[in-house]
């Protein structure tokens, strides 16, 4: 059964530190794909990045990067210079293959930036 | 572009009431996604649609009922609403370009069920 798993179930980081968010992954399919999401306090859902399992480079979207290692099944989240707004919940999620893009979702890490 | 839109914000139900939520999108999407979050165990994905008419199943789908009449719109509906319901209900959607990956999320549906 596929499966998303992030270990840290909270993290602190000093602001402009760098950041690294866990998130491990478990599936058979060939084609899928990983995202992160930030949930703030307000509670909506907001898309920060994207990483295709045939992508042979790693996805970065501004101060995000994704540390893809394929053979280890990992998908990590690097924020670098963290900002007091970066403090969020932060989810990992696979794209099932096939036609119904489904999303299955890590139980997610709350990040705290302190000043 | 209002985006992914949901009604109501807020609902507070008793034990065996019955409501239904919806969800409005206004970007052509195909596919559109109802999930569940809950503390500590992430969003769960009740039911989807992969185009007008359809629906289909997901991870958490009883004690609900969903329908895609329109391509625009996606409701979800609770028959005898139960403690156990009391959750965020987060609308997602998706179009089916592949050059567009991410799903779309709503503002999420805060309800409680006494």
Redesign the interface.
Known sequence: AQKITQTQPGMFVQEKEAVTLDCTYDTSDPSYGLFWYKQPSSGEMIFLIYQGSYDQQNATEGRYSLNFQKARKSANLVISASQLGDSAMYFCAMREGGATNKLIFGTGTLLAVQP | NAGVTQTPKFRVLKTGQSMTLLCAQDMNHE?M?W?RQDP??????IH?S?GEGTT?K?EVPDGYNVSRLKKQNFLLGLESAAPSQTS?Y?C?S?SDSFSY?????G??TRLTVL
């Open positions: 596919y996604y999930y500590g165990m992430g969003l769960r994905l989807y992969v289909a997901g965020v987060f997602a998706r990956n991410e799903q779309f999320f503002p999420g």
